[in-house]
């Protein structure tokens, strides 16, 4: 039952990684990195499709040998929640919408970039 369990909630944040690569205020990094944890619990044969892939396996190898996110993702990453609020306001969202997106989104923003760097990744 739990491997069912993490195999629905690693294609739904695979899903949303994914739509993250085209829309530019969804986070794909951290869909991607959930996944791969969900299909390690779950199912070896994606965890290794992940793992093999050309966009995102560098991204988890990082991760899960250096519990490191590379520059360039954690500059997206900022950029993109930091676009976020800013839309939110924007669009004139209600406050506790914007009161949350202020106190959530620094502290996310504070653990990507206190991550290491890692190994350059070519």
Request: proline share 8%; hydrophobic share 55%.
């Amino acid at each position: 039952m739990f491997r069912t369990l993490w195999l629905i909630i690693g294609l739904t944040s695979l899903a949303l990684g994914i739509a993250g690569v085209v829309l530019p205020l969804l986070p794909t990094t951290p869909f991607v990195l959930l996944s791969a944890y969900c299909f390690a619990r779950s199912s070896p044969r994606l965890h290794d499709w992940l793992l093999g892939h050309r966009l995102f396996g560098p991204l988890i190898r990082n991760w899960e040998q250096h519990r490191a996110i590379s520059p360039r993702a954690k500059l997206l990453a900022v950029l993109s929640m930091a676009a976020v609020v800013g839309i939110s306001v924007a669009v004139g969202a209600p406050q506790r919408v914007i009161i949350i997106q202020a106190v959530i989104l620094p502290i996310t923003c504070l653990f990507i970039i206190t991550r290491p760097n890692g190994p350059t990744i070519s």
